[in-house]
């Protein structure tokens, strides 16, 4: 299968050629020239298959003139052996727990993948990649961990001063080897910037071999969409699945609709947001207008500008009715994010973080009669303890897992929000 640009200036790639370049030279997103439908009895048997096994079904056709079958299954298998269970919260609410890989956050499992398929790609290149990666927390951490020790891989990773979680620091900054870690005066979009600038740089590109690892690159979206068929399965007895997504950058909610344009039965789905709300808004008006990014405690979707909107557009061949016809949005403030944890808390024992929580309530506020709500609790609530003790107003423990790594040391290098600094960097 071939990959095109989401801005049709940029030639098609095979998906090997996808996953190195990452991003077409005309700025767009790789996106595939088909989307497989996939076989009605899959859909229909899907209790039958493991997560793994699911993944070798979604994925094949986009990846079988590249990765043979036996070798996509082992990476599958690797990249995918933590369990994604779905729980019931209350009557008719259900979360997606997408948080138990080594870095805890659903951002495991697109960086597993990516890591395992450049790996795989890197064996008969003998050149060394660098990845460039900007996160606004969890990216970082999920790909600093599925990159470590990675022969012939260097990882660079940028991420915002301040506006990350202790434990994420922790997460990004503490592999030491072939992971270094930028601190940058700035916000995420500023990170993101100099990023898409350094892919376009033809200095860079002479002497660096780039690669990157956000949600734009097409092996951390593509298997994305796996767990939603995982969701689906083990509930198979819902009606009407309504899914709850909260979104930032806008990778996990467009491979749910990857999901549903492969045949999967998704009713539909809610993009929820914080304050950041430019997809929210667009959804009312189909207005797009990017407002300045603000920092909030959900930080991982202080994003303004989502790079996956293109995605959405391609998705649903650029028809604004199209979309709005499955997907609706919904907003909630920190305050209310608190209000929501400590409500969720106090009638469920279930402890959100603070992104999930405003998937959780979109369904509170949005699920209609007969309708089935599964939200993606993206992140373990560890990640923002303080904000979690904030909401529940109580001192919480650290889990063992988490203690640990606070113990150790952060290894940083501070860089100003200019890109001459970024590049004299990496070039140096
Ligand atoms: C990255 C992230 C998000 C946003 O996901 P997108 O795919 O960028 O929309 C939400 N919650 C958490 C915890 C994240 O790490």
Known sequence: MKFYSTNKQSEAVSFREAVIKSLPT??????????????????ETLDYYSLPEIGMEVLRQFTKEDIPEQKLNEILHEALDFEIPVKEVEKNIH????????????KDVGARFLARCLGYFNETENKEVTILVATSGDTGGAVASGFHNVPGVNVVILYPSGKVSDLQEKQLT???GNITALEVEGDFDACQAMVKQAFLDADINSKLNLSSANSINIARWLPQS???????KQLKDAKKLVVAVPSGNYGNITAGMLAKKMGLDIHRFIAASNANDTVPRYLKDGNYEVKPTVPTLSNAMDVSDPSNHPRMLELHE???????KHTQGFTLNDQQTLDVMKSCYASNQYILDPHGAIGYQALKEKLEKKETGVFLETAHYSKFLSTVEQALDQKMDLPDFVSDLMTKEKVATKIGNSYDEFKAFLLG
């Open 26 to 43: 005309d700025k767009g997103l790789y996106f595939p020239e088909e989307v497989p439908e996939l076989d009605y009895l899959f859909l």
């Open 95 to 106: 979360t997606l727990e997408l948080f138990h890989g080594p870095t805890y956050a659903f």
């Open 174 to 176: 503490t592999l030491g």
């Open 226 to 232: 796996i767990y939603f068929f995982e969701a689906y």
């Open 318 to 324: 650029q028809n604004f009715k199209d979309i709005i």
